[in-house]
């Protein structure tokens, strides 16, 4: 698991294009560290398809907006907006290995570290450091960020790798946290 370099957050434009099907349903979608995600992987694919493997993973990423200059309650210019992710936390398990697919299902559990969400913060750290920054520098971006519009968000990813094409990926979002939902 390592962080991943900050990046312009780009939609996939291909998304729109719902040929094939994996479907990501899980038991509840609240979650606190240390507990066990439960659930499964559906295929609904129009033919037959040899891919390389199946995988479900559970991904956390710091959404960074940046750019608006706010004078008072006023905000002034959005041309200069930019959305920076950084991936914090990623893990994943296969569920099969190259076959050919078509309609299967898979049931999974992954389980939550109970330390993700102090680990998931010192990773976004350590991507900033490998980006050149000084602690003073850091101190000055996680001040911003806590002022400014950062979230996290998690998500549970199935991927279907498929050689030589665009693999089929769809995820469900979840709320992780500390408090009990």
Known sequence: MSPSVGRTYVPNPLSFFKKDQIDVKLQKYAYTPGETIKGSVGLKLKR??????????????????????????????NQGQQTQVYTIYHFEIPLDEEAVYFHEFYPFEIQIPADILQSAQQNFNSTLTGLGKTLSEIAQVMNQLSMSGSRVEWSVEARLQIPLKIDIVNSQKIVLSDQKQ
């Open 48 to 77: 037959p398809l040899n891919a390389k493997k199946l995988m479900v993973g559970l991904i956390g990423l710091r959404i960074v907006h940046q750019g608006n200059i706010a004078i008072g309650p006023v905000r002034v210019g």
